[in-house]
């Protein structure tokens, strides 16, 4: 297998996004009506500063993985902080570094914006993505709490 490519993500990517993205919600198991699809790709190509950024990774020319992050102002920075909200490798290619690659691929956005602050969520049972954040981030101790 070739190491994947990381680029950003293109209007010419909508099909294979569109794919990546439901099989990353069916892992989460969630559905979201076909408005929002529209609405999440369309932000992720804006150039509002208020919306996302997505990435898309490839093997072989293939998309075989995604990620989403934004940007935002946090009260103890001066520079803006990076959010990892979606990360997401196809079953097929778990393991082969696909993840990590993504992650890199954020890692140097942030950079690039003058942003060093990333940070992510999973769950707390999500134990093989977990392998991987435990070798690329720093786990803290903090737990989230949802509006009811």
């Known amino acids: 297998m070739n190491a994947p490519l990381i680029r950003p993500l293109a209007a010419e990517d909508r099909s294979a996004w569109t794919e990546l993205w439901r099989a990353y919600l069916r892992f989460y198991e969630t559905e979201l009506p076909d408005h929002v699809y529209d609405?999440?790709?369309?932000?992720?190509l804006g150039d509002d500063p208020q919306d996302f950024n997505g990435l898309i990774a490839e093997i072989d020319g293939t998309p075989v993985?995604?990620?989403h992050y934004l940007f935002h102002r946090h009260g103890w920075k001066i520079e803006n902080t990076c959010?990892?909200?979606?990360l997401f490798a196809a079953p097929?290619?778990?393991g082969q570094g696909?993840?990590?690659?993504?992650?890199?691929?954020?890692?140097?956005?942030?950079?690039?914006?003058?942003s060093p602050s990333v940070y992510w969520l999973t769950q707390d049972f999500n134990h093989a993505a977990r392998r991987l954040y435990d070798r690329v981030g720093k786990l803290t101790p903090f737990i989230r709490y949802n509006r009811p």
């Open 98 to 114: 696909v993840g990590g690659a993504l992650i890199e691929g954020v890692y140097a956005a942030a950079d690039a914006a003058g």
């Open 39 to 44: 609405s999440t790709f369309a932000r992720l």
């Open 92 to 94: 097929e290619v778990r």
């Open 83 to 86: 959010y990892l909200q979606d």
């Open 65 to 67: 993985g995604l990620a």
